[in-house]
């Protein structure tokens, strides 16, 4: 899902020296060949036989080279930052350390590029160096899930979105992790050039021209490193804790002795999310261990994750995850091979943190985790998956939401 903004700042004129079809890709040296190689594959190669029209891609380094890629490999790029005044849009794909702050001399070019009309894009981490440049202030924006709170915590004006794949706020975009450059590229292509290019193009890179949904179901329930020290901690270990009972946003400020809005600004600088958003999200992520690892009615799980009413965890598992409940159950038992052992964090998921051992022992057991031995009965909830079949029409199961291109 991408998010574009309803009223993005107006584009600046392009400067005559630049070409709407020059795409500058920005390199650094530790930078993940991953990202690295999406916008050159995306922009690099002439598919125009296929029906996609042609960039001219100039990859510059944004220090001095060669530059060092993951696995020890070594590029020398063909042009430097001076070839960025030709481009109209630039693209940064990732930056190496979120902690360290890129080349002044980068961001000079980056801003410089800017204030001439070129679109500016950052994939994955490369939202960190737009951010440090000035580009994102006042605007929102989206990076990898796990790196969303440092961002919001090291940028507080950036609105930082980590449910997004990627943002369009016109002349500044940015993406999620990984694929999502993907996600953003052919966006970029779709805007250029209209549907039909960026479908030819998702065709050839075997890929879905648009994928729905967001981060939501990518987000992981841990807090974020930074947050370990803060006196928010314990307010939201307990939120994590107390899942299963109702309570609302009001109740955390209490709890952490704040006004809602104080607490409200606080929360999102931690974590990059309204403290609403993030309990929906939790209370959806809990949701799901019980689907995979119980057999309680979807009634019995809204109530087991702090919803007042089973058609509000349909209606926030939809919106987050592009499916029902019970769907994504029945898809989640086809997947899962009969042999298979549920983690034991998925134990410690369901099971509340007060349990005995004998408890989880037990549940261990029944899960199937080797080495474990039953003490009791094994409860129900946590038996074996059934064989409820949700599959692909080719018979191989697949999630809701991992849907195939037309």
Known sequence: MSQDSAAPEAARKLSGRRRREVVAVLLFSGGPIFESSIPLSVFGIDRQDAGVPRYRLLVCGGEDGPLRTTGGLELTTPYGLEAISRAGTVVVPAWRSITSPPPPEALDALRRAHEEGA?????????????AAGLLDGRPATTHWMYAPTLAKRYPSVHVDPRELFVDDGDVL??????????????????????????????RLVVPPRRSGGQERYLDRSL???????????????????????????????????????????????????????????RVLQAQRLLETSD???????????????????????????????????????????????????????LPAQATPGARRTAAAAAGIPGSTATAAAPPELGRPHSDAYATGHGRPSLPGQRSAP
């Not at 042999?339 to 410690?348: E, H, K, L, N, T």
Request: hydrophobic share 40%; net charge positive.
């Open 119 to 131: 679109r500016i894009v950052g994939l994955c981490t490369g939202a960190f160096v737009l951010a």
């Open 174 to 203: 940015t993406s999620a992790g990984t694929a999502a450059g993907i996600d953003l590229c052919l966006h970029i292509v779709r805007t250029d050039h209209g549907t039909e290019a960026a479908g030819a193009l998702a065709r």
């Open 224 to 282: 974020p490193e930074e947050i370990g020290s803060d006196p928010l901690a314990e307010v939201v270990s307990w939120a994590l804790e107390h899942l299963h009972e109702q309570f609302d946003v009001e109740t955390l400020a209490a709890r952490a002795y704040m006004s809602r809005r104080t607490f409200d600004r606080r929360f999102r600088s931690l974590t990059g999310s309204a403290p609403l958003q993030w309990l929906i999200t939790q």
């Open 296 to 350: 309680y009615s979807v009634d019995e799980v809204a109530g087991r994750c702090g919803f007042r009413s089973p058609v509000a965890l349909r209606g926030h598992f939809r919106r987050q995850l592009g499916s029902s409940p019970a769907a994504y159950r029945a898809a989640y038992r086809a997947r899962r091979p009969q042999g298979d052992p549920v983690p034991v964090a998925v134990i410690d998921a369901v």
